[in-house]
């Protein structure tokens, strides 16, 4: 077996998504959704050897799930919890651009995870470990989880990145702030939206409004010992700051109809050039190619591509057919 790349860990849930207002009803669709699972599929499908470390319940979500990942070629590190139920998730759309999420995982199974799940899975050889801001937000001992993890892969070389991924329907800004401002000593490349990099910093938004705030804090964190700070601008595209400078890359124009898990294919893009030793630019450059594919198709990751698809967008003429 290939040695592991990239390590990620979270929680993942059987998300039921509609595709009108959940209060009429109606049919709902069965996917495997999670932040950092969504990475991680990403990164499969371009080839790259990545493990998942989760939890899930001794149900037939959590069957479900691992199916779902297994199919996907991720390596798992799965324990499945009997006296936990997996957690759920519905996705509505509740109007053509108004998706609301309602999630049922409190003491689920996922949200237990802790340090000991997580130990086993860091194995020598890994490259990157990747995180996301959920994951803190979940339990005591997820949060134990992710310090640790954070603290030895850093100690140990290991390349650390962390999207801040805020999610207001599991913690406040507040919390959040306290929480990761305590783990970046141990991250060297941080993943946020704009209006989510103040998390990082005690340079609150909601006291410093102004448009000069992401590059001010973005500089504190290359300041701080963070090698490169992503930001997502959505369909402005992204930026990043790093030792070798700022880089900015517009988005590519395709016709935007799901953009829920838009910024882990993205996250996912960035990591994989990162992991084949492109320059920024480039992992930029990929990074934008995969929000693409993520937000021009249904679903967290269905639509994402393989390797060989990357360059589709540049190959076709969009809105014609392949013959
Ligand atoms: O990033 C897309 C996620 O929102 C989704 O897959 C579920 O991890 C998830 C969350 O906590 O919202």
Redesign the pocket.
């Known amino acids: 077996m290939l040695p592991v790349e990239l390590l990620t860990f979270?929680?993942?849930?059987v998300?039921l998504r509609s595709r009108g207002p959940l209060a009429q009803g109606g049919t709902l669709t069965m996917h495997a959704?999670?932040?950092?699972s969504?990475v991680a599929i990403a990164l499969a499908r371009l080839g790259h050897c990545v493990r998942w470390t989760g939890c899930v319940g001794m149900d037939p979500q959590g069957d479900f799930i691992e199916r779902q990942l297994r199919s996907e070629s991720v390596e798992l590190s799965l324990r499945r919890d009997g006296d936990r139920s997996t957690g759920v998730?519905f996705l509505e759309q509740r109007t053509a651009d108004i998706g609301r999420?309602f999630?049922y995982r409190s003491d689920s199974a996922g949200s237990m995870i802790g340090w000991a799940d997580l130990e086993p899975a860091l194995e020598a050889g890994t490259k990157v470990l990747h995180l996301?801001g959920?994951t803190p937000a979940l339990s005591s001992s997820a949060f134990q989880a992710v310090q640790l993890a954070a603290q030895r892969a850093y100690e140990s070389g290991v390349v650390v990145s962390l999207d801040v991924?805020f999610?207001n329907k599991?913690w406040t800004r507040e919390h959040a702030r306290k929480v990761l401002t305590s783990l970046i000593q141990h991250i060297h490349i941080v993943i946020a939206s704009d209006d989510e990099l103040d998390l990082l910093s005690e340079m609150s938004s909601e006291l410093h409004p102004s448009d000069s705030l992401v590059p001010r804090i973005a500089n504190e964190l290359l300041e701080g010992g963070v090698q490169e700070v992503v930001v997502k601008l959505g369909a402005d595209g992204a930026d990043v700051y790093s030792a070798a400078g700022f880089h900015h890359q517009n988005a590519l124009k395709v016709q935007a109809s799901d953009t829920?898990?838009a910024?882990?294919a993205f996250a996912a893009g960035y990591l994989s050039a990162l992991l084949d030793g492109e320059p920024v630019e480039n992992r930029l450059r990929r990074g934008t190619i995969m929000g693409a594919f993520a937000v021009s198709t249904e679903g967290?990751w269905e639509g994402l591509p393989r390797r060989s698809e990357l360059e589709l967008f540049n190959n076709q003429l969009l809105g014609g057919t392949e013959r």
């Open positions: 979270g929680e993942t849930m998300s959704a999670g932040s950092e969504n998730m999420a999630y996301s959920i991924n999610r599991l829920v898990g910024g882990d967290d």
